[in-house]
């Protein structure tokens, strides 16, 4: 499934995290899922939340850039190779992961993993034939 993501590039100094979660707190925007990648000088902030369009535009008024892009979402057993085999199948077609980001769903027994690559249809396609959710 496709899943949409915002990522707003932030300064990395003290206060900016804050202000950008005040301004989605004030917008009545929950997130949904956070993911943070940084350097010295500025940080990638990745997230879903509970209304994205809601979210980029209170964000891009309180004068944040930002970015949405698709992601796509899959449901991986909780279990020791779990990702491998599904990483190996789309390596071995030749598609790029350029990053990823997951959480557990402990009761379930089952992991949730979101990853971007540049060819989402050919890496929709390849899970598909395996018959990944």
Excluded at 41 to 60: C, P, Q, W, Y
Excluded at 66 to 86: C, Q, R, Y
Aim: net charge negative.
């Amino acid at each position: 499934m496709l899943v949409n993501q915002i990522a707003v590039f932030l300064e990395n100094r003290a206060g900016r995290l804050q202000a950008l979660a005040k301004t989605l707190s004030d917008a009545k925007v929950d997130l949904v899922s956070l993911n943070i990648a940084d350097t010295s000088d500025f940080g990638i902030v990745r997230m879903i939340t509970s209304d994205n369009k809601k979210a980029e535009s209170a964000l891009k008024l309180a004068g944040f850039t930002v970015k949405s892009n698709d992601l796509i979402g899959i449901e991986v057993e909780d279990v020791p190779g779990g990702l491998t085999n599904i990483l190996l199948g789309l390596s071995e077609e030749g598609v790029d992961i350029e990053y990823l980001y997951s959480f557990a769903h402990t009761k379930e027994k089952k992991a949730i993993i979101l990853f971007k690559t540049s060819d989402v249809e050919k890496a929709l396609a390849i899970l598909k034939k395996h018959n990944i959710n």
